[in-house]
């Protein structure tokens, strides 16, 4: 990658955070990096991590690990995915198209977000060897929700991974600071054009378990239901035909205060009860923080501000390379726990720490 002034070359996934500094905008910095609030939530999807200790199992003759899971009746490189991010363009002029190509040469799924700055269809065709699920935010409007669901479809998304953490926006006092409220000209969120306009993505209160129905009813595309935290919620999710559940607490972007996602996922994986793959995203950074989360129950787990680090970083190559970097450490990880895949790991291979 090309240097930066006072930045050493990234060789961890957090390398490149320092590096992706340097180079972006502050104000687009800090819309990636922050949170709601106070951001307590921010700090405590990583803290969950540091107190948790993998306790390995020796001399099981296991071989060298295997990082390939199946996810959705889909094979993946690695049980780490693309979380749903947006405005890639702020950080890459490739944008969405860099990251699927990143994607696919790592063999993994990515989650296009509803608010990519390149449609879902572009992303498609930049990246013919992607596996690609589309993110929703049902909108009040069912009709242009059905328009972007069919635009998913034509894309060959495989999934819908819909967004119900979100009654209403966060406030975010870093863009408050920026006074960062919209996209530069010439970048819009390209998924939500109708005709000549781009409409506003709608978050509402009113949005309810009836308009999951309707979703359901409109597509067969597995739905997954990402910012599940209470357990409560998990019968109503299954009942509704939820392919999947996402433990999320939005990256500590919504509402803050909220447990650390690490912390809320056993309980999730007790309620589903083997019914579904349940998947987290939030705080990780590291191989180790991956299996982890699959200790604790988790089939996969979601990144989005690391490989958004690396787009800025390098580009294509920048989010390619941390995402080969998550793969060897998880490879690593496994290995030295005794594991031959992902499909060995158990809730014995994990402790409180502290």
Request: proline share 6%; glycine share 12%; charged share 20%.
């Amino acid at each position: 990658m090309t240097a930066v002034a006072g930045v050493r070359s990234p060789a961890t996934p957090r390398d490149f955070e320092a590096a992706a500094r340097a180079r972006l905008d502050p104000a687009h910095y800090d819309y990636f990096a922050g949170g709601a609030g106070g951001e307590a939530t921010l700090r405590a999807n990583e803290a969950a991590f540091g107190r948790l200790a993998l306790l390995p199992r020796v001399l099981r003759g296991a071989g060298a690990a295997r990082t390939g899971v199946t996810l959705l009746g889909r094979p993946a490189g690695m049980p780490v995915l693309v979380a749903p991010t947006a405005f890639h363009r702020l950080a890459d002029p490739e944008g969405e198209r860099a990251t699927a190509r990143a994607a696919a040469a790592t063999g993994t799924i990515m989650i296009v977000s509803m608010a990519a700055t390149v449609a879902v269809g572009d992303v498609a065709a930049a990246a013919p060897g992607a596996v690609l699920w589309f993110q929703l935010y049902v909108q009040p409007d069912m009709r242009f929700t059905e328009t972007i669901v069919r635009r998913a479809e034509a894309a060959g998304c495989a999934a819908l991974v819909v967004t119900v953490d979100s009654p209403a926006r966060g406030v975010r006092e870093r863009e408050l600071r920026h006074g960062f409220d919209d996209l530069p000209d010439g970048l819009n969120c390209e998924n939500l054009r109708d005709g000549t306009r781009v409409r506003p993505i709608v978050m509402s209160p009113e949005i309810g378990w009836g308009h999951i129905a309707r979703l359901r009813g409109m597509t067969d595309l597995p739905i997954v239901l990402k910012g599940v935290l209470n357990p409560a919620d998990v019968r109503p999710a299954l009942d509704h035909g939820a392919a999947a559940l996402m433990v999320s607490n939005h990256g500590g972007r919504q509402l803050d205060s909220l447990p650390a996602t690490a912390d809320m996922l056993p309980e999730i994986v007790a309620a589903a009860g083997g019914a579904v793959p349940v998947l987290l995203d939030g705080g990780v950074r590291r191989g180790t923080d991956v299996v982890k989360a699959l200790a604790l129950g988790a089939a996969a787990v979601a990144v989005g501000r690391p490989v958004l680090w690396g787009l800025a970083a390098d580009g294509e190559r920048g989010a390619a390379r941390v995402l080969g970097l998550l793969r060897a450490e998880v490879a690593d990880a496994l290995t030295l726990c005794g594991c031959a895949s992902a499909a060995d790991v158990g809730p014995d291979l994990v402790r409180r720490a502290c």
